[in-house]
């Protein structure tokens, strides 16, 4: 059934290197720990064999030994539990491993060496001292654990290969927030919105659809894989409008998802295994730095075009149209919908329109990230300008809709994938393909936040209640820009910072450059990314002060 | 044709236009629907032309039938969550209490997880599987990432394994969860293969065929293994069973997946139910679990779970949190939070926790009396055949021997 739904190249990614990894996991050397082919420390050799010994004395097995490669050591276990009654159940090998050492090596080898718990060999009960700290240095070449390598035991693992993997900027940042003490610390990197006291907010309009959903006392039963039809429709007329003409005719199919993050991952999913376009998606310059690892994992090509242009802080119209009419023709374009991460410069509509334009004639798939809905201008239409005229213009939009921000949902993961497709024929047979590949993610999604969005979005007085504290949070960070802006002139300031009041939404690109970025964070606790970008939510009127002062003495 | 009738409906309403205005708002509109649908068509091919609508699975249609069946009678035995005595969904009273706590707590927000998940509950997760005098959790040796319910653990394992280890053949019994297969070909890794696992001749396992499968698999392969009520069959291993199925990993260096959507709901004691697992970490194996509160918690749409992971050396494990980050952040950045919520408060309240202990009791028990009941009444009918493994089996399900027809 799935060969059916696929292609068969979908299935045939990813690199398959068996027989290094079998030489390495048959050549154990059981006197230093090394996996090494070359059996330098000749650990391997017949009369390096392991012996057998009987169970000795047990010394603290967690000690580190410094020389010795430690086979284990301990007490018999006196656990008399019913698992003890099963034939070889946690018997181990016996060996010794040197016999300089004085303990006890009945148990398992240190750390890469050997097998752990077979019958074959007899020996004596696992026990809970049985640990082997360390692995023996020597002369042997292989894997050289650092003394808080706390290996406790057995042989080398499935995981013993892996190299560390590159960490995320923003979250690092948080953790490195979150570490310090000082008190003049300021969190204006990570992208949640905080009130004017720093703190986070949650929407009254959530709270009382709390209370509202709890009365109700819903039964937690599976919902179907793409979410409800009614939680899908109201994110679509959200988005594109509810006189539209796909919602009226039908031809659009939408999906619950992992809110934007799994909306992107979805959409890319289903280019990579369905699209007979090209694969290969544009990103602006810069863009969100999630993005590229999203369509990488699922296979795509990425690129870029530009969008912002570093010189006048603004939208790079023309590089963007010139970059865009160069892109091959049925690839991927990706666009910000409004509120752009990071730079919070957005194209003027005139702009948007004839992007659209451009982007129907060269045939390319639009593919619209809109997170910030009603957060960028606190009005719904407004920030969906672009999507809506994409549509107007006959573009097949993708678009993955996040309500983190614009309902504080963060963590509640609420979001929704949406197509806009040429029949309503074709939107059911994607709809049925978008099933199988999210059945084969996560079967389906979860119910909570979409509950809250729906109980939002369907009922007029919660909905006025979100507009209003839309539209005060909007007026806040507008006001806020101002402030900063304004300090920065007050102190003297050469430079010129009109693009911070220019900008829109949850972020703003100082145009910091990096080494002014570090040195923000690193002598005075300010806590950014390198690119320079700020989120102004976490710019209150108790820190601008202080964070204006700053940015000063950094780029006097 | 569509043309054709909107031409027509234009002409009428035109015909009945009372004055100007609202025939040039009619002309106005028509013209745009007709700019639209232009727009719309005159690329012709689509990106997405398929032509091909993707037929839903058995379930799915299964459950599509019972709800246009009109007949009163109607049973539905098909989908697997727990239902009362009266056939209605039962919603854990433990789960509500700690659903309104959380709506009264002002302090609760909505900020983002962790990637791996409120490091609270994973721990608490990990606690509750593998108990509490896990050698392995003391030794720090377990890695725990909160997942979207157990589908999701497997998915995020899966991908763990072909994109970072580089595996490429899996193992499941044979029958399995029709969704196993899924999850891991769409995680990239391809080659599927069964070992035996269900006789239909004798109605019990295959062990022979099951051990010899696993002999013969390659030594890079993943073996999916369900740690208690076997979905579809119902019937697990026992005790020695097991020993030999872990001596056979262990000899051919086989990586094990442990799916355990069913703790605690199986036999009513969530220590017995875990005894596979614990068992698993006690040979000193190295290995994954995929854990779900879905049916224990009745939690299903909440999509809680946890992918544990006992790995023998910590810088190995501090190497696959890493690579696990950054399979979350490209998938969905992080995890849901309000399920795991519900399940931190009632592992962390003793009280609450007792009394999801006795909810989880009370759905097994049942679970139970059924099977007995099912089978006294067929065989009180003097239905041909042995109905032994009616109560054999445990858990949610029963592979009843009746065949297709």
Redesign the interface.
């Given at each position: 059934?799935?060969g059916?739904?696929f292609k068969l190249s979908a299935?045939?990614?990813?690199?398959?290197?068996?027989i290094f990894?079998?030489i390495r996991?048959t050549l154990p050397c059981f006197q230093c720990s090394s996996f090494s082919s070359s059996r330098k420390c000749g650990g391997n050799d017949s009369k390096n064999k392991p012996e057998r010994k009987k169970k000795g004395g047990g010394s603290d097995s967690k000690k580190t030994h410094s020389k010795d490669v430690c086979g284990g050591g301990g007490k018999p276990n006196k656990d008399k539990s019913?698992?003890g009654k099963?034939?070889?159940?946690?018997y181990?090998k016996g060996t010794s491993i040197n016999k300089e050492c004085k303990k006890d090596y009945k148990l398992?080898i240190s750390?890469d060496c050997g097998?752990?718990?077979?019958?074959k060999y007899g020996g004596r009960k696992?026990t809970?001292a049985d640990?082997c700290a360390t692995v023996g240095q020597r002369s042997c070449p292989g894997s050289k654990?650092t003394k808080?390598?706390?290996?406790?035991?057995?042989?080398k693992?499935?995981?013993?290969d892996?190299?560390?993997?590159?960490?995320?900027a923003i979250?690092g940042l948080t953790e490195a927030f979150n570490r310090s003490k000082d008190d003049r610390k300021v969190n204006v990197g990570?992208g949640?919105y905080r009130d004017d006291n720093g703190e986070?907010y949650?929407f009254s309009c959530?709270r009382e659809a709390?209370?509202r959903l709890?009365a109700k006392?819903l039964?937690?039963?599976?919902?179907p894989i793409v979410g409800t039809v009614e939680f899908c429709k109201l994110c679509v007329e959200l988005a594109l409008g509810e006189g539209s003409?796909p919602i009226k005719n039908g031809?659009y199919c939408a999906a619950q998802a992992?809110?934007g993050?799994?909306a992107l991952?979805i959409g890319a999913e289903?280019i990579q295994r369905?699209?007979?376009?090209n694969k290969e998606i544009f990103f602006p310059t810069p863009t969100w730095g999630?993005h590229a690892?999203?369509f990488?994992?699922?296979g795509l090509k990425i690129n870029k075009y530009r969008h912002y242009d570093e010189k006048t802080n603004s939208f790079d119209y023309d590089g963007s149209l010139q970059d865009i009419e160069k892109i091959p023709e049925?690839s991927v374009v990706l666009f910000h919908a409004c509120a752009h991460n990071p730079t919070g410069v957005d194209p003027p509509q005139k702009q948007w329109e004839s992007l659209s334009k451009l982007v129907?004639q060269k045939?390319l798939?639009s593919f619209f990230d809109m997170a910030y809905q009603g957060f960028a201008t606190g009005d719904f239409n407004n920030d969906a300008f672009a999507p809506r005229q994409f549509v107007?213009?006959?573009n097949?939009i993708m678009l993955a809709q996040s309500f983190?921000k614009n309902l504080?949902?963060?963590?509640?993961?609420v979001g929704c994938f949406s197509?806009v497709?040429?029949s309503k024929e074709?939107a059911?047979?994607?709809l049925?393909?978008i099933?199988?590949?999210i059945?084969?993610?996560?079967?389906?999604?979860?119910?909570?936040?979409q509950r809250l969005v729906a109980e939002v979005l369907k009922d007029p007085e919660l909905r006025c209640i979100w507009e209003c504290e839309l539209g005060a949070i909007s007026s806040r960070i507008i006001k806020i820009r101002k402030d900063l802006r304004q300090k920065l002139e007050a102190l003297g300031s050469k430079k010129d910072w009109k693009h911070i009041t220019d900008q829109i939404g949850m972020f703003c690109f100082t145009g910091l450059t990096e080494e002014q970025a570090v040195r923000l964070t690193k002598e005075f606790e300010i806590y950014l990314t390198k690119n320079g970008r700020i989120s102004m939510a976490g710019v209150t009127s108790k820190n601008v002060d202080y964070i204006a002062k700053c940015m000063h003495e950094v780029t006097k | 044709m569509g043309y054709l009738y909107h031409g027509l409906l234009l002409i009428y309403a035109i015909s009945i236009c009372k004055n100007k205005v609202s025939l040039y708002k009619l002309l106005s509109n028509s013209l745009s629907?007709i700019l639209?649908?232009?727009?719309?068509?005159?690329?012709g091919?689509?990106?997405?032309?398929?032509?091909?609508?993707?037929?839903?699975?058995e379930i799915a249609r299964l459950r599509a039938a019972y709800f246009a069946d009109t007949n009163r009678n109607k049973v539905d035995l098909i989908?697997g969550?727990y239902r009362d005595d009266n056939g209605n969904?039962w919603?854990l009273p433990v789960?509500?209490k700690v659903?309104?706590e959380i709506?009264k707590d002002t302090t609760q927000?909505?900020?983002?997880?962790?990637?791996l998940g409120d490091e609270s509950f994973t721990s608490a997760a990990s606690r509750l599987l593998l108990g509490g005098e896990s050698?392995a959790i003391t030794?720090?040796?377990v890695a725990s990432i909160q997942s979207?319910?157990g589908?999701?653990a497997l998915?995020i394992g899966a991908k763990y394994l072909?994109?970072?280890?580089?595996y490429?053949t899996f193992y499941m019994s044979s029958p399995t969860w029709n969704?196993h297969?899924?999850?891991f070909?769409?995680?990239?890794l391809?080659d599927a293969r069964e070992y035996r696992y269900w006789d239909p001749a004798t109605r019990s396992i295959d062990m022979e065929g099951l051990l010899e499968d696993l002999r013969n698999a390659?030594?890079?392969s993943v073996i999916i293994l369900q740690a208690c009520s076997h979905n579809p069959t119902g019937l697990d291993p026992t005790?020695?069973q097991w020993?030999q199925i872990?001596?056979v990993l262990?000899?051919r260096?086989l990586?094990p997946l442990l799916d355990c959507a069913y703790q605690g709901f199986a036999s009513g004691d969530i220590h017995q139910d875990a005894w596979t697992v614990r068992?698993f970490e006690?040979?000193?194996?190295?290995f994954m679990c995929a854990q779900s509160f879905a049916k224990n918690m009745?939690?299903?749409?909440?999509?809680v779970g946890c992918l544990i992971a006992v790995?023998?050396?910590?810088?190995?494990?501090?190497?696959?949190l890493?690579?696990m980050?950054?399979?979350v952040?490209?998938?969905?950045?992080?995890?849901?939070?309000?399920?795991c919520q519900i399940v931190l408060r009632i592992l962390q309240s003793s009280e609450h926790f007792q009394e999801w202990i006795e909810n989880v009791a009370t759905m097994s028990k049942r679970v139970k009396r059924v099977r007995r009941e099912l089978q006294e009444r067929l065989e009180s009918l003097e239905t041909p055949g042995n109905w032994n493994h009616i109560t054999q089996q445990i858990g949610m399900f029963s592979y009843t021997g009746l065949t297709c027809k």
């Open positions: 059934m799935i059916k739904a299935f045939s990614r990813g690199t398959f290197w068996p990894f079998e996991t019913s698992e099963l034939k070889g159940e946690i181990t398992g750390e097998r752990l718990g077979s019958s696992l809970s640990i654990p808080d390598d706390k290996v406790i035991k057995g042989k693992g499935w995981w013993s892996v190299e560390m993997g590159p960490p995320d979250l990570v949640a986070p949650v959530i709390e209370k709890l006392a039964n937690k039963e599976y919902i003409p031809n992992l809110s993050t799994g991952r289903v369905l699209s007979n376009g999630n690892r999203v990488t994992h699922a049925s129907k045939n798939l107007k213009d006959g097949q983190a504080g949902l963060y963590g509640e993961r197509i497709t040429s074709e059911e047979s994607l049925s393909q099933k199988i590949i059945r084969g993610m996560y079967s389906s999604p979860p119910i909570h936040g | 629907w639209y649908r232009t727009n719309m068509e005159s690329s091919e689509s990106k997405f032309d398929t032509n091909c609508v993707v037929e839903a699975n989908v969550a969904l919603p789960v509500r659903e309104e709506v927000d909505y900020e983002y997880l962790r990637a050698m030794e720090e040796r979207v319910s589908t999701g998915w072909s994109s970072v280890l580089n490429n969704n297969r899924s999850i070909e769409c995680s990239g391809t390659p030594k890079k005790r020695h020993s872990v001596d262990e000899e260096g990586l068992y006690k040979r000193g194996l190295e009745g939690l299903y749409s909440e999509r790995i023998n050396n910590k810088r190995c494990l501090l190497q696959y890493n690579h980050e950054n399979i952040r490209s998938a969905y950045c992080n995890p849901p939070k309000h399920g």
